[in-house]
C-alpha cells in the first residue's frame, strides 16, 4: 500500500467497513499520521502536489446539468404555448397555413428566446459561484498556508477554529473546547463535543467523536486535524449530496407576477371565447372568420415577452451586484435590498480599514508616542519628545518593556517582509501589536522559539481577552491582552516607573482608557501574572485575578473613504446607517463622527441593552446608531427590535454567533473575507470584499431592478392593452380587423421584445440615492402606473385605428391600411421606451434623446425588422402586408413623435399637481 493511499477502511460508512483493515476512527492519532505518511507540521508543498495529482481537487462532482435538448423541451411546458399550439392546429384544420406557421414560429421563437435566457441566467449565478468557495488554514513546510478547499490532500493538517466549515473528512489531532454541529450530515441539531481518543470501530457516524466530516460546521473551539478523505471520498461526497453555494429560486415578485400571468391568461380565454359567442350570434359574422378574431385577441392580450424578461431583469441585477462585490446568495434579496430603511453595521473591517497602528501606549502614569504607520517596524518610541531608544527601554521604561514583551508573545499573528513590503497573516489587532514589539527592538519570531507556548485561551468576542502561559525562569507566567475594562477587573497590581509592583489605581487607568478612546482609538490593556511551577495548562480561573498591569495601547483603525461616502449616499437615500461594535463605546462614537453616522452621539452599550426590556429596546433602536460591546445575542435582539418598529433591516455579521442575527435580518449581509463559512452559510449577501460601500452599492442596485422591473411592465402592458383594444374595438363595431392575429403575434415577439429587453439593462436613474426606500408592500403596479398602462393603451389604440381609418380614407387597400397600423404601432413603441426610460423625470433631455448604445442598437434593429416586414416579398406574402410610401412612412413617425410629446406633457402636468410620487 502507498503510504499515503487510505486504507480500505477509510469509507467510514460501518455498512461497507471492511472487517480486515481497522477505520480511522478507531486508529490512534499517531496511528493515522503513519497510514497516511504525514507528520504533525504538515506536508511538504511538493508532496502535497503530487497527491493533488493523484487523487484530484478535494471538490464534490458536481450534477450533470440537464442536457440542451432537455432544457429545450422544458420551454414548452407553458400555459401561454399550450395556448398558441391550440390555435395552430386549429387554424390548421382551417386550413389557414400561414397564420398556422406563423403561430409555430413565434411558438418555437418564444421557447428559443427561453433556453437562450435561462442560460444567461444559469451563467451569470455560475459565474459568482466560484466567489464562494471555501478556503482552509492548512500546515505545509511547517508554515501555515490558506488556500483554497479544494487544494487540500489526504496527510494534510489543517487547524480549524470556530465558524469554519470542514473542508474535507479529518482525524483530529488535538482539539479545544471543540463543537460541531454535523446536523448537514446526520439530521442532529445539537452540536457535538469532539475528543480525540479514539471510539469502537462500529461506532455509527454521530458517535465518531474523533473525527470530523465534510460540510459541517464548528460551532466552537479550535482543533488541529489531519485529511482523511477529499472530494467523493468524503461522506457526504459518497452519500451525493450537493451543497448549494448559490440559492436558486424565485423572488416575491417574480411569483406574484407568474400568478397574474396565469389567471390573466385564463380571463382572456373567457373574454375571447365570449367575443367568438358575441360575433357568431349577435354579428352573424361568419365563423372562421370570428374565430381568428378571437384568437387575435388572446395572442395580443397576452403579453408573451413578459415573464422572460422580467427573469433576465433580475439576473442581469445579480449579476452588477456581483461585479460591485455583493454576492446575491437568496434571489429574494435582490428586491428586499430596494426596501432597505436601516443597515446594521459592524465597525472593524466594514466602516473602518482594519489597518491598526499603536499610536499610543500609556504604562506607569507615562504617556508615549509610537510613530509609523502601518505594520513596517519603522518608527520612534518617544517619550515627552525624546525617542527612548530600544537598548535603554529595560532601565528607562520597564513597564513598556515587559509591555512589549506581552504584546510580541500573547499573539497569533505574524509578520513578513518580502521587498521592504510588510505583510500580515492574522488579526490586524496582533498585527498592530507585533509591530509595536519591534519598534521596541524585540523579534517576536525569535521570542516566541525561546519562550515556547505551553498553552493559550484564545480570544473570543464574548470575553474579550486572550491569554497564554509561558515558562518563566523556574516558574510560569500567564500573559494576558484584551479589553481594557475586562483587564483591568482582572489587576490587582500595576508596574510603576521603576518596574514595581503596586496597588493598581483603577480610576486613573479609566480615565486614561476614556482619553484613548476619545481619540478613537481602539484601546486594549496589556497585563501578566506569576504562576506556580509546573503549571502546563491555564483556565479561566487562573487569570480571574490578581494579574499585573503592565499599560494601555492606544490603536487606530481609520474608516475607509468609500464608507464615509457611502454614508452619506445612504443617509440621502433615507436609509440609516448604525454601527454595532465590539469596541469601546467612545471609540465606536468618535468613529461614527468621523464617518458622518451623527456627531457627538452616545453609543449604547451591550450592558445597558441587556438592562433592557423588548419595549425599552424597540424605543431606543428608534434613534440610537451606535451600539458598543455589543455582542451576537443583543444584535439578534437589535433585528427582532427594529422589525417590530416597521424597519427593513440589512445587518452585517462574520462571526459564527451572528448566523442566527443573519437570518432574522431582513437582508444578512455576511462578510466574504474575513467571515467564517458558518455566517456566509447564513447570509443572504456575501460581501467579497467586506467593504460597507458594497452594501451602499448593492442598495442602489436592488432599487434599479426594482425600478425596471417597473418599466419593463409599463412598457409591455399598453401595447398588449392597445393591441386587443384595437380587435375588441373592430368586432363590436363589426368592422374588419385593424391589425390580423398574425401581425400583433410579430409585434409581440418581435419587436416589443427587443425594445422590452433594453430595458433590463437600463442604467439607474440619478435620483435613485435621492428617494427614501419603497415600503416593501408596495404594489409593483402604483395608482400612477396603472393610470399610465390605461393611458397609454388609448393611445395606442387611437393611433392603430386612427392611422388605419386615415389610411382608407387615402385611397389605400385594407392590406395596406393594416401595414399602416402595424407601423404605426412599431413606432408608437419606440418612442414609448425613450418616454418610459424615465418614469417621472423628462425624458427630453440631451441623456434621455441619446440613449445607450443598447436602446440605439435595438431600435435600429427593430427598423430594419419593419422595413423588411413592409417591403420583402416573402414577408408580404407571410403577414399580408403591402409596401408603402415615403410620405406614409412620415405619417407613421409623426404619430410616434406626438405620443412622446402628449407623454411629456403629462408628466409635466402630474409632477405640478404633485402626483408622481410613486
Ligand atoms: P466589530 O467587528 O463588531 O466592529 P470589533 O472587531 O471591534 O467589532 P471585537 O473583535 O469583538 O470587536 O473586539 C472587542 C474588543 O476586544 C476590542 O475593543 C479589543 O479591546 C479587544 N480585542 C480585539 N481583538 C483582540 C485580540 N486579538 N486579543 C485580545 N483582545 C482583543
Redesign the pocket.
Known amino acids: 500500500m502507498r503510504p499515503d493511499t487510505p486504507p480500505p477502511s477509510a469509507s467510514p460508512s460501518p455498512s461497507t467497513t471492511q472487517a480486515a483493515a481497522t477505520p480511522w476512527h478507531a486508529l490512534g492519532a499517531d496511528e493515522t499520521l503513519r497510514m497516511l505518511g504525514t507528520q504533525v507540521h504538515g506536508l511538504s508543498s511538493d508532496e502535497a502536489c503530487a497527491r493533488l495529482a493523484r487523487h484530484g481537487p478535494n471538490r464534490l462532482a458536481e450534477a450533470k446539468p440537464p442536457s440542451a435538448w432537455a432544457r429545450l423541451a422544458r420551454q414548452f411546458d407553458n400555459l401561454l404555448l399550450y395556448v398558441l399550439m391550440a390555435a395552430a392546429a386549429v387554424t390548421a384544420l382551417m386550413g389557414h397555413w400561414v397564420d398556422t406557421g406563423v403561430i409555430m414560429a413565434v411558438v418555437v421563437l418564444n421557447a428559443v428566446i427561453g433556453f437562450v435566457q435561462e442560460g444567461k441566467a444559469e451563467r451569470a449565478l455560475q459565474a459568482i459561484r466560484h466567489l464562494l468557495a471555501p478556503h482552509a488554514v492548512v500546515l505545509r513546510d511547517g508554515r501555515q498556508h490558506d488556500v483554497d478547499a479544494a487544494e487540500l490532500v489526504p496527510g494534510d493538517i489543517v487547524l480549524l477554529a470556530s465558524g469554519d466549515s470542514l473542508p474535507a473528512d479529518v482525524r483530529l489531532l488535538q482539539a479545544r473546547n471543540l463543537r460541531v454541529d454535523e446536523a448537514a450530515l446526520t439530521g442532529e441539531s445539537v452540536p457535538v463535543d469532539k475528543r480525540v481518543e479514539p471510539v469502537a470501530a462500529d461506532a455509527a457516524i454521530g458517535d465518531r467523536l474523533c473525527m470530523g466530516y465534510a460540510g459541517t460546521l464548528v460551532t466552537q473551539g479550535q482543533a488541529r486535524a489531519v485529511v482523511v478523505a477529499t472530494g467523493n471520498a468524503t461522506e457526504i461526497g459518497r452519500i451525493g449530496k450537493m451543497l448549494e453555494s448559490v440559492e436558486q429560486g424565485t423572488t416575491p415578485l417574480l411569483a406574484k407576477m407568474a400568478g397574474f400571468g396565469r389567471t390573466l391568461t385564463f380571463v382572456i380565454l373567457a373574454a375571447a371565447a365570449a367575443l367568438f359567442a358575441f360575433g357568431l350570434l349577435v354579428r352573424g359574422m361568419p365563423a372562421a372568420e370570428v374565430f381568428m378574431a378571437a384568437v387575435g385577441l388572446a395572442v395580443a392580450a397576452i403579453p408573451e415577452g413578459l415573464p422572460a424578461i422580467m427573469t433576465i431583469t433580475l439576473a442581469i441585477g445579480v449579476q452588477r451586484m456581483a461585479q460591485r462585490h455583493a454576492v446575491i446568495r437568496r434571489l429574494p434579496a435582490v428586491e428586499t435590498l430596494g426596501s432597505v430603511t436601516v443597515i446594521c453595521s459592524?465597525?472593524?473591517?466594514?466602516?473602518?480599514r482594519n489597518e491598526m497602528t499603536v499610536q499610543q501606549v500609556v504604562c506607569a502614569g507615562q504617556t508615549v508616542d509610537v510613530e509609523g504607520a502601518g505594520y513596517a517596524p519603522d518608527g520612534a518610541l518617544k517619550l515627552d519628545g525624546a525617542v527612548l531608544a530600544p537598548a535603554d527601554l529595560a532601565r528607562r521604561a520597564p513597564a513598556l518593556a515587559a509591555l512589549a514583551e506581552v504584546a510580541a508573545l500573547?499573539?497569533?499573528a505574524s509578520l513578513h517582509e518580502t521587498d521592504g513590503r510588510w505583510t500580515l497573516a492574522g488579526?490586524p489587532?496582533?498585527g498592530a501589536l507585533l509591530t509595536l514589539a519591534m519598534k521596541a527592538g524585540l523579534n517576536p519570531a525569535e521570542l516566541k522559539v525561546e519562550r515556547a507556548r505551553l498553552d493559550v485561551i484564545p480570544?473570543e468576542?464574548e470575553h474579550?481577552?486572550?491569554a497564554t502561559l509561558h515558562a518563566d525562569g523556574g516558574g510560569a507566567v500567564a500573559l494576558v491582552?484584551?479589553?481594557?475594562e475586562?483587564v483591568l477587573a482582572m489587576c490587582a497590581t500595576e508596574l510603576d516607573a521603576q518596574g514595581r509592583e503596586l496597588p493598581i489605581d483603577a480610576a486613573r487607568w479609566h480615565a486614561a482608557v476614556e482619553a484613548q478612546a476619545r481619540a478613537g482609538r481602539?484601546?486594549?490593556?496589556l497585563a501578566r501574572r506569576t504562576l506556580p511551577a509546573g503549571k502546563e495548562d491555564l483556565d479561566h480561573p487562573d487569570v480571574a485575578q490578581g494579574l499585573t498591569l503592565l499599560g494601555l495601547v492606544g490603536i487606530i483603525d481609520p474608516p475607509r473613504d468609500e464608507a464615509i461616502e457611502a454614508v452619506a449616499q445612504c443617509t440621502a437615500a433615507g436609509i440609516r446607517v448604525v454601527?454595532?461594535?465590539?469596541?469601546?463605546g467612545v471609540?465606536?462614537s468618535a468613529i461614527a463622527a468621523q464617518l458622518g453616522i451623527g456627531e457627538g452621539l452616545q453609543a449604547v452599550t451591550g450592558p445597558e441593552l441587556e438592562a433592557m426590556d423588548d419595549a425599552a429596546m424597540r424605543e431606543v433602536v428608534r434613534t440610537a446608531r451606535v451600539f458598543a460591546?455589543?455582542?451576537p445575542e443583543h444584535k439578534l435582539r437589535l433585528v427582532r427590535a427594529l422589525k417590530a418598529n416597521g424597519e427593513v433591516v440589512a445587518m452585517t455579521g462574520?462571526g459564527v454567533n451572528d448566523a442566527p442575527a443573519l437570518k432574522q435580518a431582513d437582508v444578512g449581509v455576511a462578510m466574504g473575507m474575513k467571515g467564517t463559512e458558518a455566517a456566509k452559510q447564513a447570509g443572504a449577501v456575501v460581501l467579497a470584499d467586506d467593504n460597507f460601500a458594497s452594501i451602499a452599492h448593492a442598495v442602489e442596485e436592488g432599487r434599479t431592478v426594482y425600478d425596471n422591473l417597473k418599466k419593463t411592465v409599463t412598457f409591455l402592458l399598453p401595447i398588449n392593452g392597445g393591441e386587443s383594444m384595437a380587435l375588441l374595438v373592430a368586432v363590436l363595431a363589426g368592422v374588419a380587423l385593424p391589425i390580423l392575429p398574425a401581425q400583433i403575434l410579430w409585434v409581440n415577439m418581435v419587436s416589443s421584445v427587443a425594445l422590452a429587453m433594453v430595458l433590463a439593462f437600463e442604467p439607474t436613474e440619478p435620483d435613485v440615492m435621492r428617494r427614501p426606500p419603497r415600503a416593501p408592500d408596495e404594489p409593483l403596479l402604483s395608482r400612477f402606473l396603472v393610470w399610465r398602462i390605461v393611458f397609454v393603451s388609448a393611445l395606442f389604440l387611437g393611433g392603430i385605428f386612427g392611422m388605419y381609418e386615415w389610411a382608407l380614407a387615402q385611397g389605400a387597400s385594407v392590406e395596406a391600411a393594416r401595414t399602416v397600423a402595424v407601423n404605426t404601432l412599431v413606432c408608437m413603441e419606440v418612442f414609448y421606451l425613450f418616454s418610459v426610460r424615465y418614469l417621472k423625470a423628462p425624458s427630453f433631455t440631451w441623456q434621455g434623446v441619446k440613449g445607450t448604445p443598447r436602446v440605439l442598437a435595438a431600435v435600429a434593429g427593430v427598423f430594419v425588422l419593419q422595413l423588411a416586414f413592409t417591403y420583402a416579398p416573402f414577408m408580404q406574402t407571410l403577414f399580408r402586408t403591402e409596401a408603402l410610401a415615403l410620405a406614409t412612412g412620415a405619417a407613421i413617425v409623426a404619430v410616434g413623435v406626438a405620443l412622446l410629446v402628449v407623454l411629456e406633457l403629462e408628466k409635466t402636468l402630474l409632477r405640478r399637481l404633485g402626483a408622481l410620487r410613486a
Do not use: Q, Y
Open positions: 459592524d465597525k472593524t473591517g466594514t466602516l473602518t500573547c499573539n497569533d488579526d489587532t496582533e480570544f468576542s474579550r481577552f486572550m491582552k484584551g479589553a481594557p475586562r481602539r484601546v486594549l490593556a454601527m454595532i461594535t465590539g469596541d469601546h471609540t465606536a460591546r455589543a455582542s462574520d
